[in-house]
């Protein structure tokens, strides 16, 4: 074939260029469209154009926001649904999947990456394609989560190798004692996000506004004892009513970062979120206001290094980046750049506080180690996965990480710091749903979710294990380290909604949020 | 998305779905799960209401009313979500489909104009009133009138720039949000650049022709 002229290029180029100024485009694309601007004054013009109109669009989109707060439009919403029996992925939708994979199957070459996302397919090395599409797919491929449940029952072959149902063995069960935990008075689930500490498991904060309309002060609440009482820490001395989101360094629990998020109504020239940030280095005792306020989703520091997951715009769908801060979280510089994509968010980080040394985890399930704070990387090889939980790590010691794919429930763990990975045994649990196929009897595979790995080296997971009149109802199990068979610890308490469950590296508490309930159990050695 | 797992264990209402499959709430919606309608409307009531907003002409009551029906429809029809799109996608193209309807019901239609405007209590300004100010600036000249020009764009082509634009959406998936060929999404989007062109900065040629 011979290569594009000039004007194919342009023609192609000039198609993108409206993404392309939004911040839509990713990988390759973006870097095809950036190579081409560079000889390309036309382009380039158009480029500027476009991102004038994107600015102009912007702050024309209506600041305004519900006048109705939050919990009376649901209460009314919730009043107006109507009885039904659920009706759901009938045999029509099982007929879809397997026509929807034929699609997949046929599409061209540069869209080999998506359809190497479904069940027992592998990825291609080097692959690229649109990231946005790439997103969409492998979204579709968790969707098939339910789904490649009901195509082993009802077409098999769909589903490859997979094991009949209801064929996995397990041990003795080790079922934990989970307790409820009170909230301070006013206070319920639904109102108040809980925050335990990711370093410290007896640990924890709440964070809460007076109102159902985040109106009134910034509460906040701190435990030493699992929730064995909750005590009240000073107000965050935010100015505006917005949200209130909490980050807390993995490794001291007592740094805590407190980040206030609104929207105005009818002033400012446009319609992003407008953020406000405090930091407490106390437990929650006093509060500073820092200068930049970027969105902190995690947070862990070594000496006087802090590392943190930073969105540093509020423009939607913004990549996270790995950020580092040397003055008190002041200030951030992204130490990211190697490892991903412009488009592409590390989604997930580890410190090792032993040798300082860095794991992280981008978007697309890479893993990538850094021992010099971000100035080298090397990346560690493809495990396939895409949900990792890692091993408190010991100085000197690799990381242990353990993972998940979670569209073909495929579970491996390394010990090596990911230079191997090891196939564990298979978790097929099915659930047995009365009314979930128009109101018919089906049996679903749920998706295993990584919870984490112990100090012990025992990898947990939780899936659905049965239905309830109040919706699913997970259970969690353990795998110990080199164990050959999943223990059960019996069912988490709750239901309706999947559980958020957290296993902090010390302290031993295992936390869950499920159903409208917040519990506790200590994890048994 | 895998994100971290550091964040709350609980979430207060108006938290995103950082975090969440939204295609797994889904699934749960279509099995009579509450919990997960009522996390889908967290996180997306904020968005889907400007865009309501932009497209039902800034009549709040009247956004509230079609967000709860663009809800119950969720509530109604999420077994037929087929997971080709986004959720966000096909959300979008259901509060489209509701706006259009309600409009239609009301009369509303604005010659073919969405161009929101304040309502009574005018604490909903369309466009910041800042940017009204005259100014001494030419730059802020040039937004005024970039500004102004937008809000003289006919509907269709002003939605497609909003959609891409405000709400974050490739042109492939503007398509189906507005159940019209990708093709046409294209030629609506450099319409309005060329009948924005001269309000654009010297420099920003809206313009382009084949070099």
Redesign the interface.
């Given at each position: 074939m011979s290569p594009e002229t000039?004007?194919e290029q342009?023609?192609r180029v000039?198609?993108l260029l409206?993404?392309y100024?939004?911040?839509?485009l990713g990988g390759e694309a973006r870097a095809a469209v950036a190579r081409h601007l560079e000889g390309?004054?036309?382009?380039r013009?158009?480029l500027?154009?476009?991102?004038?109109?994107?600015?102009?669009?912007?702050?024309?989109?209506?600041?305004?926001?519900?006048?109705?707060p939050?919990?009376a439009?649901?209460e009314?919403?919730?009043d107006?649904?109507?009885a039904?029996?659920?009706?759901?992925?009938?045999w029509k939708?099982r007929t879809?999947l397997a026509s929807?994979r034929t699609r997949l199957d046929e599409r061209p070459a540069e869209l080999d990456l998506e359809v190497s996302r479904l069940p027992d397919e592998r990825r291609p090395p080097g692959g690229s394609g649109?990231k946005?599409?790439w997103?969409?797919l492998?979204?579709?491929a968790?969707?098939?989560?339910?789904?490649v449940g009901f195509a082993q029952l009802f077409a098999r072959g769909l589903g490859g190798d997979r094991p009949p149902a209801g064929a996995t063995a397990t041990a003795t069960p080790v079922p934990l004692a989970w307790q409820e935990v009170r909230l301070p008075d006013g206070l319920s689930?639904?109102?108040?996000?809980?925050?335990?500490a990711?370093g410290d498991g007896n640990r924890?904060y709440i964070?809460?506004?007076e109102s159902a309309d985040?109106s009134g002060p910034v509460k906040v609440w701190a435990t030493q004892d699992g929730g064995a009482p909750w005590s009240r820490a000073a107000d965050v001395p935010a100015t505006h009513a917005?949200?209130?989101?909490?980050?807390?360094d993995?490794t001291d629990p007592q740094r805590v970062l407190a980040i206030i998020?609104w929207?105005e109504?009818?002033?400012?020239?446009?319609?992003l979120p407008s953020t406000q940030s405090f930091f407490s280095a106390d437990g929650g005792g006093t509060w500073h206001a820092l200068a930049s306020a970027p969105s902190v989703?995690?947070?862990a520091s070594n000496g006087g290094v802090t590392y943190g997951?930073v969105d540093a715009s509020p423009?939607?769908?913004h990549p996270?980046s790995l950020s580092l801060s040397t003055d008190g979280i002041q200030g951030w510089r992204a130490i990211d750049g190697p490892i991903r994509g412009a488009s592409q968010?590390v989604?997930?980080?580890w410190m090792n506080l032993g040798d300082g040394s860095l794991l992280a985890?981008t978007?697309e399930?890479a893993l990538w180690e850094t021992h010099d704070q971000g100035v080298h990387w090397a990346q560690l090889p493809d495990s396939g996965l895409?949900?990792?939980?890692v091993q408190r790590p010991a100085s000197g010691e690799p990381w242990h990480i353990c993972g998940a794919d979670r569209s073909a429930n495929i579970l491996k763990c390394s010990s090596d710091g990911g230079r191997t990975w090891k196939d564990l045994p298979r978790l097929d649990a099915v659930v047995h749903?009365d009314?979930?196929a128009?109101g018919k009897p089906a049996d679903i595979i749920s998706?295993i979710e990584p919870v984490a790995v112990a100090d012990d080296g025992a990898f947990l997971v939780q899936l659905a294990t049965r239905?309830s009149d109040q919706?699913?109802v997970f259970s969690l199990y353990r795998l110990t380290a080199g164990g050959a068979q999943w223990q059960l610890m019996g069912e988490i308490p709750g239901a309706?909604?999947?559980p958020?469950t957290?296993l902090p590296w010390l302290g031993h508490t295992l936390?869950?949020?499920s159903?409208?309930g917040?519990y506790t159990a200590l994890y048994p050695w | 998305?895998?994100?971290?797992?550091?964040?709350?264990?609980?979430?207060?209402?108006?938290?995103s779905l950082?975090g969440l499959?939204?295609?797994?709430l889904v699934?749960?919606i279509?099995?009579?799960?509450?919990?997960?309608?009522?996390?889908l409307?967290?996180a997306y009531?904020?968005?889907l209401?400007?865009f309501l907003?932009?497209q039902l002409g800034?009549d709040?009551g009247l956004?509230?009313e079609v967000?709860?029906d663009v809800?119950?429809g969720v509530?109604?029809h999420?077994?037929d979500f087929?997971?080709?799109?986004?959720v966000a996608t096909w959300l979008f193209r259901i509060a489209r489909h509701r706006a259009l309807n309600a409009r239609r019901d009301a009369g509303r239609r604005r010659a073919d104009r969405l161009a929101?405007v304040p309502?009574q209590s005018?604490?909903?300004?369309?466009?910041?009133?800042?940017?009204r100010r005259p100014s001494p600036e030419d730059e802020v000249a040039g937004?005024l009138a970039?500004?102004d020009a937008?809000?003289r764009l006919s509907a269709k082509h002003r939605e497609a720039?909003?959609l891409?634009?405000?709400?974050?959406?490739?042109?492939?998936?503007a398509a189906r949000v507005l159940d019209v060929p990708v093709g046409t999404v294209?030629s609506r989007?450099s319409y309005?650049?060329r009948a924005?062109?001269g309000h654009?900065?010297p420099?920003?040629?809206?313009e382009?022709?084949?070099?």
């Amino acid at each position: 074939m011979s290569p594009e002229t000039h004007d194919e290029q342009y023609r192609r180029v000039r198609d993108l260029l409206p993404e392309y100024a939004a911040g839509l485009l990713g990988g390759e694309a973006r870097a095809a469209v950036a190579r081409h601007l560079e000889g390309c004054d036309e382009c380039r013009r158009e480029l500027a154009a476009w991102r004038a109109i994107a600015g102009a669009v912007r702050a024309a989109d209506p600041r305004a926001t519900p006048a109705v707060p939050f919990t009376a439009a649901w209460e009314d919403l919730r009043d107006r649904l109507p009885a039904r029996e659920p009706a759901t992925a009938s045999w029509k939708d099982r007929t879809a999947l397997a026509s929807h994979r034929t699609r997949l199957d046929e599409r061209p070459a540069e869209l080999d990456l998506e359809v190497s996302r479904l069940p027992d397919e592998r990825r291609p090395p080097g692959g690229s394609g649109a990231k946005r599409l790439w997103s969409a797919l492998v979204a579709a491929a968790a969707v098939l989560l339910v789904v490649v449940g009901f195509a082993q029952l009802f077409a098999r072959g769909l589903g490859g190798d997979r094991p009949p149902a209801g064929a996995t063995a397990t041990a003795t069960p080790v079922p934990l004692a989970w307790q409820e935990v009170r909230l301070p008075d006013g206070l319920s689930v639904g109102s108040a996000g809980v925050y335990p500490a990711p370093g410290d498991g007896n640990r924890g904060y709440i964070c809460a506004r007076e109102s159902a309309d985040n109106s009134g002060p910034v509460k906040v609440w701190a435990t030493q004892d699992g929730g064995a009482p909750w005590s009240r820490a000073a107000d965050v001395p935010a100015t505006h009513a917005g949200g209130c989101r909490l980050a807390i360094d993995a490794t001291d629990p007592q740094r805590v970062l407190a980040i206030i998020t609104w929207y105005e109504q009818g002033t400012g020239s446009h319609s992003l979120p407008s953020t406000q940030s405090f930091f407490s280095a106390d437990g929650g005792g006093t509060w500073h206001a820092l200068a930049s306020a970027p969105s902190v989703v995690r947070l862990a520091s070594n000496g006087g290094v802090t590392y943190g997951l930073v969105d540093a715009s509020p423009l939607p769908n913004h990549p996270l980046s790995l950020s580092l801060s040397t003055d008190g979280i002041q200030g951030w510089r992204a130490i990211d750049g190697p490892i991903r994509g412009a488009s592409q968010s590390v989604a997930n980080f580890w410190m090792n506080l032993g040798d300082g040394s860095l794991l992280a985890q981008t978007d697309e399930g890479a893993l990538w180690e850094t021992h010099d704070q971000g100035v080298h990387w090397a990346q560690l090889p493809d495990s396939g996965l895409r949900s990792y939980v890692v091993q408190r790590p010991a100085s000197g010691e690799p990381w242990h990480i353990c993972g998940a794919d979670r569209s073909a429930n495929i579970l491996k763990c390394s010990s090596d710091g990911g230079r191997t990975w090891k196939d564990l045994p298979r978790l097929d649990a099915v659930v047995h749903c009365d009314s979930c196929a128009k109101g018919k009897p089906a049996d679903i595979i749920s998706t295993i979710e990584p919870v984490a790995v112990a100090d012990d080296g025992a990898f947990l997971v939780q899936l659905a294990t049965r239905y309830s009149d109040q919706g699913d109802v997970f259970s969690l199990y353990r795998l110990t380290a080199g164990g050959a068979q999943w223990q059960l610890m019996g069912e988490i308490p709750g239901a309706g909604g999947e559980p958020v469950t957290r296993l902090p590296w010390l302290g031993h508490t295992l936390w869950a949020s499920s159903g409208g309930g917040l519990y506790t159990a200590l994890y048994p050695w | 998305v895998e994100r971290a797992r550091g964040g709350p264990l609980t979430e207060t209402p108006d938290d995103s779905l950082d975090g969440l499959d939204e295609r797994a709430l889904v699934a749960r919606i279509a099995c009579g799960d509450q919990a997960a309608l009522q996390q889908l409307y967290a996180a997306y009531r904020p968005r889907l209401w400007r865009f309501l907003y932009q497209q039902l002409g800034g009549d709040a009551g009247l956004v509230e009313e079609v967000l709860q029906d663009v809800f119950v429809g969720v509530w109604r029809h999420a077994g037929d979500f087929r997971g080709e799109a986004r959720v966000a996608t096909w959300l979008f193209r259901i509060a489209r489909h509701r706006a259009l309807n309600a409009r239609r019901d009301a009369g509303r239609r604005r010659a073919d104009r969405l161009a929101p405007v304040p309502d009574q209590s005018g604490e909903h300004a369309a466009v910041d009133p800042g940017l009204r100010r005259p100014s001494p600036e030419d730059e802020v000249a040039g937004r005024l009138a970039l500004a102004d020009a937008l809000a003289r764009l006919s509907a269709k082509h002003r939605e497609a720039l909003d959609l891409v634009f405000s709400h974050g959406f490739s042109l492939e998936e503007a398509a189906r949000v507005l159940d019209v060929p990708v093709g046409t999404v294209k030629s609506r989007l450099s319409y309005a650049r060329r009948a924005l062109a001269g309000h654009l900065a010297p420099g920003a040629d809206a313009e382009g022709s084949a070099p």
